[in-house]
């Protein structure tokens, strides 16, 4: 499956942004799906994980509560809402995808397939 980002851009700390991540191939929806973040000068963390089929989510523990994942498998896209930003939220957002039969969701796959990344700006 090939991916691409779109939505990031400038918002003030408190305000929202919703994410995009369009698919394109046959396995989408054999597919677990992840969105991972890159501040500058840190490594990449992960945020948010969604099931194939979209009954399981995961949260990383700094976006839980403030960040909601969601599929549409018809449509072949994956978002992210992000309510609450703050300054610390800001970096490169990139979705990723592994065709999967585990229904769980998951950081712990080894995703292969990766979109090239939409940076997200928090002011304070």
């Known amino acids: 499956v090939q991916l691409q980002a779109s939505g990031g851009g400038l918002v003030q700390a408190g305000g929202s942004l919703r994410l995009s991540c369009a698919a394109s191939?046959?396995?989408?929806?054999?597919?677990?799906l992840a969105w991972f973040r890159q501040a500058p000068g840190k490594e990449r963390e992960s945020e948010a994980a969604i099931s194939r089929g979209g009954q399981s989510t995961l949260y990383a523990d700094s976006v839980k509560g403030r960040f909601t994942i969601s599929r549409d498998n018809d449509r072949k896209r994956v978002y992210p809402q992000m309510n609450s930003l703050k300054p610390e939220d800001t970096a490169v957002y990139y979705c990723?995808?592994?065709?999967?039969?585990?229904?769980?969701?998951?950081?712990?796959?080894?995703?292969?397939?990766w979109g090239q990344g939409t940076l997200v700006t928090v002011s304070s």
């Open positions: 191939g046959r396995t989408f929806s054999r597919s677990a």
């Open positions: 990723a995808a592994k065709e999967t039969i585990l229904i769980p969701a998951s950081f712990k796959f080894e995703y292969d397939s």
